[in-house]
T-cell receptor, first 115, second 112 residues
Framework: NAGVMQNPRHLVRRRGQEARLRCSPM?????VYWYRQLPEEGLKFMVY????????ESGMPKERFSAEFPKEGPSILRIQQVVRGDSAAYFC?????????????FGPGTRLTVT | GQSLEQPSEVTAVEGAIVQINCTYQ??????LSWYQQHDGGAPTFLSY????GLEETGRFSSFLSRSDSYGYLLLQELQMKDSASYFC?????????????FGKGTKLSVIP
């Protein structure tokens, strides 16, 4: 049973370009969470999605960032017109159901570097 | 808003016991989780406490006191492979979903 998959593992973009990060949740999981982690920092919640629905995007910047989880295919986190401050590790996590105490399973992360 | 405090670094000897504390401030508290993250790796779930008391899972135990807004992770019989960062995370209900808010992490170094 494959775990949460993310690709690419490493992504380099120049300022102003677009970054697309993909996340395939564990089989049977319908809840996806995106987090951002800066060096030596904890993970910051960005957005929570279910299939075809954004449930909570309270942690996501209002501009340049968007996320989707289509009926078919992986969840996508898109960052438009990247800036140096976007450089971070972006982790995706999935869980089978939403509820108190549900363990979130994390993917290996995508390390974005903006030059 | 939510905030969590945990020590930034801890060093302990192989075979010893170490306790990593976490205090939190949050509204709508549901539970406290602990995650382990090795350098360059993904966070992995260790434990979850919703009620006061101690939860034990092998060499790891986690404790919660809701009245004190305090919890800790206890690691026994430390092994070199336990060197990693440990994050406490508060589960609360924000915007109708069960969000995790993470602390900044405690870097544990296990020395021979």
């Amino acid at each position: 049973n494959a775990g949460v998959m993310q690709n690419p593992r490493h992504l380099v973009r120049r300022r102003g370009q677009e970054a697309r990060l993909r996340c395939s949740p564990m089989k049977g999981h319908s809840h996806v969470y995106w987090y951002r982690q800066l060096p030596e920092e904890g993970l910051k919640f960005m957005v929570y999605l279910q299939k075809e629905n954004i449930i909570d995007e309270s942690g996501m910047p209002k501009e340049r960032f968007s996320a989707e989880f289509p009926k078919e295919g992986p969840s996508i986190l898109r960052i438009q017109q990247v800036v140096r401050g976007d450089s971070a590790a972006y982790f995706c996590a999935s869980s089978p159901v939403e509820g108190q105490g549900d363990e979130q399973y994390f993917g290996p992360g995508t390390r974005l570097t903006v030059t | 808003g939510q905030s969590l405090e945990q020590p930034s670094e801890v060093t302990a000897v192989e075979g010893a016991i170490v306790q990593i504390n976490c205090t939190y401030q949050t509204s709508g508290f549901y539970g406290l989780s602990w995650y382990q993250q090795h350098d360059g790796g993904a966070p992995t779930f260790l434990s979850y406490n919703a009620l006061d008391g101690l939860e034990e899972t092998g060499r790891f135990s986690s404790f919660l006191s809701r009245s004190d807004s305090y919890g800790y992770l206890l690691l026994q019989e430390l092994q070199m492979k336990d060197s990693a960062s440990y994050f406490c995370a508060v589960e609360d209900s924000g915007a109708g979903s069960y969000q995790l808010t993470f602390g900044k992490g405690t870097k544990l170094s296990v020395i021979p």
